[in-house]
């Protein structure tokens, strides 16, 4: 497994390579990560992933210069499971100067997610352009965990007529159920014990919903009151339409269940996809 750290020196190794799939990340590694390489393995010859902790989509009061950075420890995961090359890059690679041009993203990105941690999406989709203009990929694998992410990229694909195909890996699990995470470290022996409530509730969300309720306001509700007991922060759990994560109506028939919340100190986020 080759390492790049340049931009001019990454492309010197993609050269003229027809068959590349990209899978960008932010480092500390978790088995989450090496599911979406296994993923991109099987759509394309070559496996390009990146680590870069993006500072454009953390808020000042964020974690930025706390977020883990286990480079030696994620370069040998790459390796484990097949990929072919890591570009790593320093801030000053991928930012030479202050940034004063950037995706924008649509009304979606100042909802749910958005609303919560405003300006997160710009700075997703402006590097994430960034790396799809350096790597130049055919495939890029992102995870349904972030499911907003997901769609906001690949909304950015089609509108901008990239030649990529993105394609969304279902969410790994650890056995009790809590998405994988990188933040799931910031949780002490108590809050991790708690931390598969989180899951469970949006299975019950999905549970009355296909038992007939549909009052999804009140149901909304009702979740958010049974984390809050267990001293749960919540900043949403929203059903929304698995198309484009708008309200649904009494037809809609695919829909998905999102959620963000704190528990202690550490945001977790997850979602279940169903159909009714």
């Known amino acids: 497994m080759d390492i790049a750290a340049g931009i001019d020196e990454l492309r010197a190794r993609l050269g003229r390579k027809r068959s590349i799939a990209f899978v960008p990340t932010m480092g500390n590694l978790h088995e989450g990560h090496l599911q979406l390489m296994r993923t991109a393995r099987r759509h394309a010859r070559f496996v390009v992933a990146s680590i870069f902790v993006n500072r454009l989509q953390f808020a000042p009061h964020e ?17 484990s499971c097949g990929v072919d090359l890591v570009f790593a890059p320093e801030e000053r690679e991928l930012y030479p100067e202050p940034q004063s041009f950037f995706v924008e ?4 990105g100042a909802q749910l997610e958005g609303e919560f941690r405003p300006g997160f999406f710009r700075g997703v989709a402006t590097v994430v352009m960034k790396l799809f203009n350096i790597v130049r990929p055919n495939v890029a694998v992102f995870g349904k965990k972030d499911y907003q992410q997901l769609m906001i990229v690949r909304g950015m694909v089609r509108q901008l007529n990239l030649a990529i195909d993105v394609i969304g890996d279902e969410i790994a699990r650890a056995p009790d159920g809590l998405a994988l995470s990188s933040r799931n470290g910031y949780l002490s022996a108590q809050e991790r014990a708690e931390a598969p409530r989180l899951h469970q509730t949006l299975l019950w969300v999905k549970s009355q919903i296909l038992t007939g309720m549909h009052d999804l306001a009140l149901l909304e509700g009702r979740a958010i009151e049974k984390l809050k007991q267990n001293q749960w922060q919540i900043d949403y759990i929203a059903v929304r ?3 484009d994560l708008q309200l649904p ?11 963000a919340v704190k528990l202690g100190t550490t945001r977790l986020i997850d979602n279940v996809e169903f159909s009714v």
């Open 105 to 108: 993203p649509p009304e979606l």
């Open 249 to 259: 109506r009494l037809s809609d028939r695919d829909l998905v269940v999102l959620a």
């Open 241 to 243: 339409k698995q198309s």
């Open 63 to 79: 974690d930025f210069d706390t977020y883990p950075r286990t480079f030696e420890a994620d370069c040998e995961k790459l390796a």
